[in-house]
């Protein structure tokens, strides 16, 4: 079964600074990758998905990832934080079925 | 707009009793599912729901039921049998299989007093 690795629990950064967020997955072929974020108390928004062909996506909100087959991973990016990035970020990988695997999350605080 | 609702935002039990939450979607989504939400630990799958009048268990069903009737419903039902129900709970749809994106709800928190 696949599984997803968040290495970080939590990343400060300061506002204007550049953001990275990563991401490993454990699955023998290529799978669907997302990012999502979420805001305290809400559920789950999609920033961008990746099937297959380029390898850097872009999403919304500025942000992009880029999948590294030969490190099995899809760290996110954003090149200038918003005090409004601050939330939780869940990488996920889905495969030929109905059902997504999570990681455990990174929380994003941005300071002034 | 289409989405999904979850409801109540905020609900209470009692010990020894059971409760249902509401999931609705006018998506036109054939698959949902419920995760369930604690601190550090991610979404944990509870049920999905392929097509109406079919669900399999996810990784943490013990103490949960569900029902899918209606392809716009999938309630879930936390039973007295669920020692630890206080999380926060997620619904979510898509149209398929896994190169599909997931849309969510925005979640029922679930408090025992």
């Known amino acids: 079964a696949q599984s997803v690795t968040q290495p970080d629990i939590h990343i400060t950064v300061s506002e204007g600074a550049s953001l990275e967020l990563r991401c490993n997955y454990s699955?023998?072929?290529?799978?669907?990758l997302f990012w999502y974020v979420q805001s305290p108390g809400q559920g789950l928004q999609l920033l961008l998905k990746?099937?297959?062909?380029?390898?850097l996506v872009q999403g919304i909100k500025g942000f992009e990832a880029e999948f590294k087959r030969s490190q099995s991973s899809f760290n996110l990016r954003k090149p200038s934080v918003h005090w409004s990035d601050a939330a939780e970020y869940f990488c996920?990988?889905?495969?030929?079925?109905?059902?997504?695997?999570f990681g455990a999350g990174t929380t994003v605080t941005v300071r002034a | 707009d289409g989405g999904i609702t979850q409801s109540p935002k905020y609900l209470f039990r009692k010990e020894g009793q059971n409760v249902t939450l509401s999931c609705e979607q006018n998506?036109?989504?054939?698959?949902m599912y419920w995760y369930r939400q604690d601190p550090g630990q991610g979404l944990r799958l509870i049920y999905y729901?392929?097509?109406?009048?079919?669900?399999q268990k996810g990784d943490i069903a013990e103490g949960y039921s569900v029902s899918r009737e209606k392809k716009e419903s999938f309630p879930l039902t936390v039973t007295s049998a669920q020692k630890n129900p206080t999380a926060f709970y997620l619904c979510?749809?898509?149209?398929?299989?896994?190169?599909?994106?997931?849309?969510f709800g925005d979640g029922t928190r679930l408090s025992i007093l």
């Open positions: 979510a749809s898509t149209y398929g299989r896994g190169n599909q994106p997931q849309h």
């Open positions: 699955y023998g072929a290529t799978p669907y």
């Open positions: 990746y099937f297959s062909g380029d390898t």
């Open positions: 996920a990988v889905g495969v030929n079925d109905y059902k997504l695997s």
């Open positions: 998506l036109n989504h054939d698959a």
């Open positions: 729901s392929q097509i109406v009048n079919d669900f």
